[in-house]
């Protein structure tokens, strides 16, 4: 009798691997290779985004002397508002001014990223709330968290194109996600693993359905966020989106772009301080009922700056707001058509959508719920790859061991000098797994060992 050859152990998680098609092969490769390359950058855009949907309400917390009630009366003019910031910023212009209701006017000196700071107003007093005072390069807090989520705290041009394309990669693993996390072969058990998550298993299946389970209720909300996300960084995405969902228009010029005043106009009849309060009068008159403003003062280092205003007709919301231009020294109104410029409920589908962009991405689309919705999108998205990269590093540990139990032999097995030949005259020999009884007509083994093991241990092939 020929020698007895030592049994072959395949895990059960390598025979259903090698079950799977070519599709989900390949995607569970790219799920998990895309994933550990940008995992790390995709905890640290998903949290500073869990914060930074909320700044508004936070600052609120801790600055509630900003909070002032709405009062029905004028509140100041933009060339008060400039005055009133000279005397805390002597030398200074101011860049930029925005008005909320019930909220103080905040008036931004120097522009982003230069030395300047910002000062609180009273809208309806003048009086100054709050200043703060930075250095070039110098942010508060919500603006550092706002850094971190487009660039990493990096040089803008370094850290914003790994944050884009870095998004647009963990879109991928969110599809690929999907694939893996669809079962063969939907049944009782399967329903209950893809879709709840069960608290009193192991710390290791608990962290699998944290992975599988939530990825699942929230892939479509982490989606909206991540394309909304790239929107904003990945020039060829934006523009050919806007084109998809336009039905073929090219996306308009930046609506600073291609706009002056007119140097060449030898009639000037307005101050700069005259220019900004009319131009505000004329954009207040035609919108009574906003709910803010934000206003962009024309500097004196350029000539060529336009007074630019936008209107906020809702509390809370960007989608609908409407842009005015205007030359620095005539006040005329600047024909400039973009997406902002046109009424809201005027825009096309592809226009709304572009405009809603924003208030998708941080959830004010749909209000205070929406605002909750994304923070915790955002928190899940999260910790994706913090549950994928331990359920990777688990699997790397549990080969090594098998690897380790093959080496020392897991089923030994006798030598054939050990067994002893059946006779007529000698003793019955011991029954052997793999060996024929004796008088048996079977050429095969009555025994095979096939019984599986735990779907979490090797079955015995």
């Given at each position: 009798?020929g ?5 072959r ?6 025979q ?5 098609s ?33 700044q ?21 003019r933009?060339?008060?508002v400039?005055a009133i ?9 101011v860049?930029?001014?925005m008005?909320?209701q ?8 120097g522009g982003?990223?230069k ?17 703060e005072?930075?250095?070039k390069?110098?942010?508060?807090f919500f ?5 971190g989520?487009r ?5 803008y ?10 998004t ?7 599809i690929?996600?999907?694939?893996l996390?669809?079962?063969?072969k ?20 608990v ?7 939530l990825?699942f ?10 394309m909304t ?6 020039e060829w995405?934006?523009k ?12 308009p ?18 101050t700069?301080?005259q ?28 000539q060529k ?7 906020y ?10 842009g ?6 005539t ?35 749909l209000?205070?719920p929406g ?22 590093w ?7 061991k098998k690897k380790?139990k093959?080496a020392?032999?897991?089923?030994p097995i ?11 005259a000698?003793p ?6 793999g060996?024929p ?5 079977q050429?095969t083994?009555?025994f ?10 090797d079955?015995i092939?």
């Open positions: 009798m020698s007895l050859q030592p049994m152990y395949k895990s059960s998680s390598a259903k691997e090698s079950s799977r070519l599709f989900y092969r390949v995607s569970a490769w790219l799920h998990l290779w895309l994933g550990l390359v940008t995992g790390i950058v995709m905890v640290i855009v998903c949290l500073t985004g869990c914060i930074w949907v909320f508004e309400e936070i600052t609120s917390l801790i600055e509630p002397e900003s909070n002032v009630p709405y009062q029905a009366k004028p509140v100041l933009p060339s008060q400039m910031a000279a005397t805390a910023f002597p030398g200074k212009e860049a930029y001014a008005y909320q019930g909220k103080a006017i905040e008036a931004t000196i982003r990223g030395a300047g700071g910002s000062v609180k107003i009273d809208p309806y007093t003048g009086q100054i709330i709050r200043v005072k930075r250095e390069g110098q942010v508060n603006r550092w968290v706002l850094n989520h660039a990493l705290w990096l040089p041009s370094i850290g914003r194109p790994i944050v884009n394309y870095s647009l990669i963990f879109i991928i693993t969110l690929t996600g999907m694939v996390w669809w079962p063969q939907w049944t009782k058990s399967t329903r209950e693993r893809s879709f709840t998550i069960k608290w009193n298993g192991s710390a290791k299946r962290n699998y359905d944290l992975h599988n389970v990825g209720y929230s892939l479509l909300v982490v989606m909206a966020i991540s996300g790239i929107v904003f960084g990945i995405f934006s050919g989106l806007y084109w998809t969902t336009t039905g073929g228009r090219t996306l010029e930046h609506r600073r772009g291609g706009m002056s005043s007119d140097t060449l106009q030898p009639n000037r009849p307005y700069n301080a220019a900004v309060d009319l131009a505000w009068k004329t954009v207040a008159r035609q919108n009574p009922a906003s709910k803010g403003f934000f206003m962009t003062f024309p500097s004196g280092k350029d700056g336009t007074i630019d205003i936008l209107v007709p809702s509390a809370g919301k960007f989608y609908d707001r409407q005015y231009h205007f030359d620095r020294y006040v005329a109104a600047i024909a400039h058509k973009d997406i902002d410029t046109v009424p809201f409920a005027q825009s096309d589908f592809g226009d709304k959508l572009r405009r809603m962009n924003y208030d998708i991405h941080v959830g004010t689309v209000g205070l605002k909750v919705l994304a923070f915790f999108a955002s928190l899940i998205g999260a910790s994706l790859p913090i549950t994928g990269f331990i359920i990777w688990g699997k790397g540990k549990k080969k090594g380790s093959k020392n032999g897991a089923l006798p030598p054939d000098d050990t067994i002893t030949p059946v006779t007529q000698g019955k020999s011991a029954f052997r797994p060996q009884r004796a008088g048996s007509r050429s083994p009555a095979t060992p096939t019984t599986r093991l735990s779907p979490d241990s079955s092939a």
